[in-house]
């Protein structure tokens, strides 16, 4: 399987990570994409290791960017085999990751745009990463709907973001998501933000801190 690796930041105070936030980027990005979040959350989280790793594969539709399946056959059945081999890499990688740091699920949260998003939710609630302290999916979906509630095993809290004006993926696919969430008991929020496109704003990003200081509160010593 292929490795990743890509920026990373913190802990911002300099100690030893309490906890691992990975920051998964969407189609044509990189982990640069993101990785600029991270001191907006270290505020909350001081002692964080934030990483943003880059998506394993070329992206084909540019001569840059990475993605992490392919999206140029949106077939059900190509879609999901793409998402598993993906989810399969990141599990690699954040397994290695929390053992190399000592640290278990319960530390770790995974944040996800748009096709980060979508292996966030499907890596982080069907046990192919440790079952995360919680998961942050902007302008994302709940991909292979249909074996959900057969694969469900961890259930954190969960936050989908979308714009209601967004372009790529339309806002149905988090309501969708919602839906899907509800019906296996799954904690969740829903933040539908108006007039906003395929993108981040401010409100999405303060909703993020806050799931953020509620499922990873530092450890003291």
């Given at each position: 399987?292929a490795?990743?690796?890509?920026?990373?930041?913190?802990?911002?105070?300099?100690?030893?990570?309490?906890?691992?936030?990975?920051?998964?980027?969407?189609?044509?990005?990189?982990?640069?994409?993101?990785?600029?979040l991270?001191?907006?959350?270290?505020?909350?989280?001081?002692?964080?290791?934030?990483?943003?790793?880059?998506?394993?594969?070329?992206?084909?539709?540019?001569?840059?960017?990475?993605?992490?399946?392919?999206?140029?056959?949106?077939?059900?059945?190509?879609?999901?085999?793409?998402?598993?081999?993906?989810?399969?890499?990141?599990?690699?990688?954040?397994?290695?990751?929390?053992?190399?740091?000592?640290?278990?699920?319960?530390?770790?949260?995974?944040?996800?745009?748009?096709?980060?998003?979508?292996?966030?939710?499907?890596?982080?609630?069907?046990?192919?990463?440790?079952?995360?302290?919680?998961?942050?999916?902007?302008s994302?979906?709940?991909?292979?709907?249909?074996?959900?509630?057969?694969?469900?095993?961890?259930?954190?809290?969960?936050?989908?973001?979308?714009?209601?004006?967004?372009?790529?993926?339309?806002?149905?696919?988090?309501?969708?998501?919602?839906?899907?969430?509800?019906?296996?008991?799954?904690?969740?929020?829903?933040?539908?933000?108006?007039?906003?496109g395929?993108?981040?704003?401010?409100?999405?990003?303060?909703?993020?801190?806050?799931?953020l200081?509620?499922?990873?509160?530092?450890?003291?010593?």
């Open positions: 399987m490795a990743l690796e890509g920026p990373q930041y913190g802990p911002a105070s300099g100690g030893e990570p309490d906890s691992l936030v990975l920051l998964l980027h969407g189609v044509g990005a990189d982990g640069f994409d993101l990785i600029d991270a001191p907006v959350w270290a505020e909350v989280l001081p002692n964080a290791l934030f990483i943003a790793p880059h998506a394993p594969f070329p992206f084909q539709g540019a001569p840059f960017g990475r993605q992490w399946f392919d999206i140029m056959d949106r077939t059900p059945a190509r879609l999901e085999a793409g998402l598993r081999h993906a989810a399969g890499i990141l599990g690699d990688f954040t397994h290695a990751k929390l053992t190399e740091l000592g640290l278990g699920g319960d530390r770790l949260a995974l944040m996800g745009f748009s096709q980060g998003a979508m292996v966030a939710l499907f890596a982080g609630l069907r046990g192919v990463v440790p079952a995360p302290a919680s998961i942050l999916a902007y994302g979906a709940l991909l292979a709907p249909e074996s959900f509630a057969a694969e469900v095993t961890a259930r954190p809290p969960v936050l989908l973001v979308h714009g209601e004006a967004d372009e790529v993926v339309p806002a149905m696919a988090s309501r969708e998501a919602a839906r899907a969430l509800q019906a296996e008991a799954v904690p969740h929020e829903l933040l539908l933000r108006p007039d906003l395929h993108g981040l704003d401010d409100a999405g990003l303060a909703a993020g801190t806050a799931l200081a509620r499922s990873l509160p530092r450890i003291a010593g």
